[in-house]
């Protein structure tokens, strides 16, 4: 008998769980009148987010190298809309529970992919820069929700996708019935994540030759193209990278956002920098 995406979800309730001070945080945020001493008081309460929060605004990520000692001094050098990436960036990776090379190539995947949401919104503002670096970075929690469960046997459906290139989207259906961006989608919405998240990352692999060009799509279009620049050309997801750069601007994603550039290769090269030093940071 098939396993259903809510038996699925429910069988790893326990081991895959979002930060709860992380998920007050965020809710903080929706509050226009937050202050530093309200956002400094609840990230003090979780001691590890409190210390990788210091230690990431302190790394060559910003220009503060050293100079940010306390909560506050990092709330008002780096910024609220940061601080708001970090905490997601944080609890993620908890959530991930990295053990093992597939956990890891996910995590980094992720990561990267949340970096380069974050670095091609940054020219069609499809979305605050928030909103884009964590749909990013959740965008293939459904692969975490199929490799930690035990109901389901994924880590040879990944390793058959990583080896030959063919979309594990593809094998996923032909044995499930459903993919990692329907799981995805259902467990954000238990995670009380916008329901614009939540479509983002439900849809992000359509194929997008729809002329149709709501928000969420726009979303889902831009988190598919920073996907495909991370599984393609800078190799992280696919074993065999094609290093198509042309292929960039010539996607349906890509052109639903209007996203154009004339010099792939330094978007790359920006992507790539800014993840190898976040990577670095989030280690240990
Ligand atoms: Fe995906
Ligand atoms: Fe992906």
Not at 72 to 90: N, R, Y
Not at 131 to 143: M, Q, R, T, V, W
Not at 235 to 252: I, P
Request: with cysteine; hydrophobic share 45%.
């Amino acid at each position: 008998m098939k396993v259903t995406i809510k038996e699925l979800v429910g069988s790893i309730k326990e081991k895959l769980s979002f930060s709860k001070v992380a998920t007050r945080i965020l809710k903080l945020f929706e509050n226009d009148d937050l202050s530093s001493y309200q956002l400094a008081k609840v990230i003090a309460m979780d001691p590890v987010l409190a210390a990788y929060i210091l230690k990431i605004s302190n790394s060559p990520f910003y220009n503060f190298s050293g100079k940010v000692k306390t909560l506050s001094d990092a709330i008002t050098l780096v910024g609220f809309e940061e601080i708001k990436k970090i905490v997601i960036m944080i609890s993620a990776k908890n959530a991930f529970k990295v053990s093992d090379d597939i956990d890891r190539m996910l995590w980094e995947h992720s990561l990267a992919v949340a970096v380069g949401c974050s670095v091609i919104n940054s020219s069609v503002g499809v979305t605050d820069d928030g909103e884009a670096y964590i749909s990013g970075l959740l965008h293939d929690i459904g692969k975490i929700v199929f490799k930690k469960s035990q109901l389901v046997n994924y880590s040879d459906i990944f390793k058959t996708a990583y080896e030959s290139g063919e979309e594990i989207r593809i094998l996923e259906e032909k044995t499930f019935g459903y993919n990692h961006a329907d799981v995805g989608g259902y467990l954000l919405k238990e995670w009380n994540f916008d329901q614009e998240i939540v479509d983002a990352v439900s849809f992000h692999h359509l194929n997008f030759t729809l002329k149709k060009t709501a928000d969420f799509l726009k979303k889902a279009a831009l988190i598919n193209l920073s996907d495909f620049i991370v599984n393609n050309i800078i190799g992280l997801g696919k074993k065999e990278a094609s290093k198509d750069y042309d292929a960039v601007n010539n996607l349906n994603s890509a052109r639903l956002i209007g996203f154009y550039t004339d010099n792939p290769v330094g978007l790359v090269e920006d992507i790539q920098h800014k993840f190898m030093i976040l990577a670095t940071a989030m280690e240990g």
